[in-house]
């Protein structure tokens, strides 16, 4: 069963309830290939996915066109924004193969599950420096049960730490657009005994470049 063509029709009916009013996120599935590029990451039957800020689900939508076999986690963040995300995606993508749920509440027990991959599509774009910090290295509990996953991420890569377009009303933390330096990924997976890997960058929609990288145990 692949969710395409639906999936596309909700999409340009209702953008604006799918994703907070943007009309760039149902074209993001342009990058989602470089996701599993990194050495062992393609994109294979069977392989089992968790979406962590999973958002109303084009990755699950994209992972359906490529396979038949797969498992599919995404997790939002337990606040309105993630609730009303989360609630489409399991209208739109009921099937055994996709699982949806909250961060707050699901995550501990997901990553006890076979994972090979945790995906997050520029969840770090929309975070300040020290929130990204302590969510890597919340992920990378992982590692305990799954000690060959793989952390790939993408994100904006700047000479300077940057923020931009605060919209403290969308989300409670931050929302919008965040700029961190390559050192500081480097310095985090460095102190924690992590392995970090500069894989590639692709040009997502209003040219923006995306960073991808990958974070695995040691």
Not at 40 to 65: M, P, Q, T
Not at 125 to 144: A, Y
Not at 152 to 168: G, K, T, Y
């Amino acid at each position: 069963m692949f969710y395409q063509n639906k999936y596309t029709q909700i999409c340009e009916a209702t953008p604006a309830i799918l994703y907070g009013g943007t009309h760039i996120e149902p074209l993001a599935s342009i990058g989602m290939s470089e996701f599993f590029q990194p050495d062992e990451c393609e994109l294979k039957e069977d392989i089992s996915i968790l979406d962590y800020g999973c958002g109303a689900g084009i990755l699950c939508n994209y992972v359906s066109g490529q396979l038949k076999r797969f498992k599919y986690y995404g997790l939002e963040p337990n606040s309105l924004h993630g609730q009303e995300r989360i609630s489409l995606a399991k209208q739109y993508f009921n099937d055994s193969r996709c699982k949806f749920g909250f961060i707050d509440s699901d995550f501990s027990d997901t990553i006890k599950e076979k994972i090979d991959i945790i995906v997050l599509i520029s969840v770090f774009t929309h975070m300040i420096s020290e929130d990204i910090e302590r969510v890597l290295l919340e992920l990378s509990k992982v590692f305990e049960y799954n000690p060959a996953c793989n952390i790939v991420f993408s994100c904006f890569i700047d000479e300077q730490f940057r923020l931009v377009n605060f919209q403290p009303h969308i989300w409670e933390r931050f929302y919008g657009e965040s700029y961190i330096t390559m050192d500081f990924l480097k310095n985090i997976c460095s102190s924690n005994n992590l392995k970090f890997t500069h894989h590639s960058e692709f040009i997502a929609q209003g040219n923006y470049k995306h960073q991808i990288i990958k974070v695995s145990k040691l």
